[in-house]
């Protein structure tokens, strides 16, 4: 090359030796290792750095009274930042020292804890909803379940439930909102199991939510959660999409049948309340007539037995009195007159019309009146 035979070489623009020659057109190339150049020095870096941080700090240099007292009160600051801590008006606190919890439960407001030896967790204590299994007839349903008389309902229900021991609820279980949903499916489909589909249908919703209510209070206490079941609320029941019109055809037959029995009732009763009163006058009459015909048997006798009592004292005046009485009875409406014959009559005596005599007896008393 023309610039090969130049003193020193290195290419057109200069020597390129070692020693001095620039190693390029703007002058000294890299340092090579193997050259007479070394790296540079770590710890001349470090010291350099030191000079100019106390350079820049007031005094010369030399840590003032006062800037360790804003560093010691910044560090007290972020110590009582990391140590103080609130609790919420719907929440308790539990404090843990070296990872282990305490028996002491915080109650809302401010409080103070050995950090960092000590820490602490939060439990939300207000009122908790749960909804489980959708029902729909277009849609898929993740509440089928099979009742105790081989049917199958689709419903959805919902659990409230709030934290009562948080050491508990924060430590005993992993997750407790999937425990507290898999426990209470787990308890409706045992009740459901059990019980004939009427019964969630309409007959006792009421009891069979308190027995799933129970059956869950049961599981989780015995897993000691800290939970306490409020109550269970079953929101719709329906049969599932592909027997829907037949099921609806069915209740609707129950319906009418209900319709039916109910009539035919109100029937039976108003047939048997007028039997039965007809029978209870019938009673009355009865016990009315028996009653008159004891008293008047009863004065029959009183009257037998007095006059017996009077004939016993004068036979023959109580016989012609009998006599007489009898007569009077028997010939009182009587329009003729009998004369007695015989050894002392005076034998047939002629008609005599009495009952003319009668009526203008009655005529003339009338118009003296």
Do not use: C
């Amino acid at each position: 090359m023309p610039w090969s035979n130049q003193s020193g070489g290195g290419g057109p623009w200069g020597g390129g030796d070692n020693n001095g020659g620039g190693g390029g057109p703007w002058g000294q190339g890299p340092n090579r290792l193997g050259g007479g150049n070394r790296p540079p020095d770590l710890e001349d870096i470090i010291r350099k750095g030191q000079d100019r941080l106390k350079s820049a700090l007031p005094g010369g240099g030399g840590f003032s009274p006062l800037i360790v007292g804003l560093v010691v009160i910044g560090l007290i600051v972020l110590y009582l930042f990391k140590a103080v801590y609130t609790i919420e008006p719907d929440q308790l606190g539990v404090e843990l020292r070296f990872g282990k919890p305490k028996n002491e439960i915080s109650e809302p407001g401010l409080h103070f804890h050995w950090w960092p030896i000590e820490t602490y967790e939060v439990a939300n204590i207000r009122q908790n909803q749960i909804n489980i299994g959708t029902t729909g007839r277009n849609g898929p349903s993740t509440g089928l379940m099979l009742s105790g008389d081989q049917n199958i309902v689709d419903l959805s229900f919902s659990v409230l439930y709030q934290v009562t021991e948080p050491k508990a609820y924060l430590f005993n279980v992993a997750d407790p909102e999937s425990m507290v949903r898999q426990v209470a499916e787990s308890a409706m489909r045992e009740v459901v199991g059990s019980r004939p589909a009427q019964d969630v249908f309409r007959d006792d919703r009421a009891g069979v939510a308190e027995s799933v209510r129970q059956i869950t209070q049961s599981t989780l206490d015995e897993y000691k959660t800290g939970l306490q079941v409020s109550s269970v609320n079953i929101e719709d029941v329906a049969p599932p999409g592909p027997v829907a019109d037949a099921f609806d055809e069915v209740q609707r037959a129950e319906q009418d049948e209900d319709r039916f029995v109910e009539e035919a009732n109100r029937y039976a009763n108003n047939i048997l309340g007028t039997a039965r009163g007809e029978a209870a006058q019938i009673r009355e009459d009865a016990a009315a007539y028996k009653n008159r015909v004891v008293e008047e048997a009863k004065g029959e006798a009183a009257r037998f037995v007095s006059v017996l009592n009077e004939y016993e004292k004068a036979p023959e005046v109580t016989r012609k009195r009998l006599f007489l009485e009898t007569m009077e009875n028997v010939l009182g409406s009587s329009e003729k007159v009998i004369i007695e014959q015989g050894k002392g009559g005076q034998g047939v005596v002629p008609y005599l019309p009495l009952p003319e005599v009668q009526k203008r007896a009655n005529a003339s008393q009338g118009e003296s009146k």
